[in-house]
């Protein structure tokens, strides 16, 4: 049976042809291999991350590690089920990562610095993203701002809050993540990395 082609702007290529010229390091083909297949694999790294943004990152990180495994190409006899594979599995390494960073995020925001706990730098680093974590709140849209606040200035559980404000447990919850997400943000963008809270939080 004769290949299916695949097509770009300029030139045809047989499937084989294609993953034959990216395993060489054809960056034009790999192109073409993003501009098929990116599309597909969209929906499913949405519904996985129930996030564009995060979507677009899952993404960017699945073709970064395809262009580093290329050299397989040859030896995939699916191509079509492996991209999903390992986007499956970014997926999900994404999300264990997203996941603690949230959960280091939310110790290092209840965190509060002590000159006697904490060494003259750890003192001072603390300090500033305890700055950088006001700014990141007085950012956020009114209603994200005010559940947080009830959350972490009045310790208040989600359940109370939602009772309080007439809104569900999931809305809460998913509000309160996205404020962690502002604050995660906001952090990076200040030039606070994970590994920096880790070592915070030892």
Same mark, same amino acid.
């Given at each position: ?10 030139? /045809? ?41 995060? *979507? ?17 190409? /040859? ?11 390992? /986007? ?35 003192? *001072? ?34 359940? *109370?809050? *939602? ?7 999931? /809305? ?31």
């Amino acid at each position: 049976m004769e290949e299916k082609p695949v097509f770009n702007d300029h030139q /045809t290529y047989s499937e084989k042809e294609l993953y034959a010229r990216i395993a060489d390091g054809d960056e034009q083909a790999f192109l073409l291999l993003f501009k098929t297949f990116s599309p597909m694999i969209r929906p499913f790294t949405r519904k996985i991350t129930n996030s564009e943004a995060d *979507a677009e990152d899952v993404i960017q990180e699945v073709f970064v590690r395809i262009w580093l495994y290329r050299d397989r190409f /040859t030896e995939i006899e699916n191509l079509k089920s492996w991209i999903f594979t390992v /986007t499956a599995n970014e997926c999900m390494r994404y999300m264990r990562q997203k996941l603690t960073y949230e959960r280091k995020t939310d110790e290092l925001v209840h965190r509060q610095p002590s000159p006697e706990n904490n060494t003259p730098l750890e003192y *001072a680093q603390l300090n500033q993203i305890s700055r950088f974590v006001k700014e990141a709140v007085e950012g956020m849209p009114a209603q994200r701002k005010k559940i947080y606040s009830l959350s972490r200035d009045h310790g208040m559980k989600p359940a *109370a809050i *939602a009772a309080a404000l007439s809104l569900s447990v999931g /809305t809460v919850k998913n509000v309160l993540s996205r404020a962690l997400n502002d604050i995660r943000d906001h952090l990076v963008a200040s030039g606070i990395s994970l590994s920096v809270m880790l070592f915070l939080l030892r």
